[in-house]
């Protein structure tokens, strides 16, 4: 009898972990702020409620399911304006205004799960979603150099970015000062060579470069 038992609960174990499995979503994150996010106290607070209120976050799904729908291989992005230095504990920056980017590869199944999956994982960020626009999405992370990615959505968002080396460097006593803005399963800070949005929504615009204030990473939901 407890070998019976011991076998029926050992099926149901395994059910359980291969539908834990079946529903677990992961890919590659992009972020990027209008403020550096790898930098030291006297960086930070100048630039802290003068810049900051403007960041691009960005999903591509390598494998995995949202809301029963298969989201393999396509991506979303968010350009974001908020009221104040996203990041800054003595700063409300809500509400915050939100353009979602979404591949167009994505049927419109796929889009509705995308906007889901986007939302839950932006949380009081993307709560205020103003324009939902389709566009041709690549986002690509380099996994043999730390820190190296490329987000392209359309003619709106452009991002690159590199790892950071030591002429990055600028005081010497660099911290990750800002976290992500989304929760992920590791990420490291790096430099955007290029953070730009165009586009409709959210009534600023920003071509920047070379600033700290990128994070490059992985997400498991």
Known sequence: MRYHLSIVVAIVAVSFSISVAA?????DYLETRSADVYTGQ????GEVTLVGNEAILAWHVRSGSWDGVSLQGLTVAAAVHAKGTLGDPYENPYPAKAVLLLDDHASAQQRAALVSFAKQMGGELLKNVGQVIPVQMELVV???HHGAAMLRAGQFATVQTRSIGDKDHLCGNEVTYYPPLTQLTHAI????LTDAYSGPGLGVSWDLH???SAFVGAFVR
């Open 23 to 27: 529903q677990q979503i992961r890919g």
């Open 189 to 192: 800070p790096a430099v955007a």
């Open 42 to 45: 006297c960086f930070a607070n």
């Open 142 to 144: 380099n996994a043999e």
């Open 210 to 212: 070379g600033k700290r």
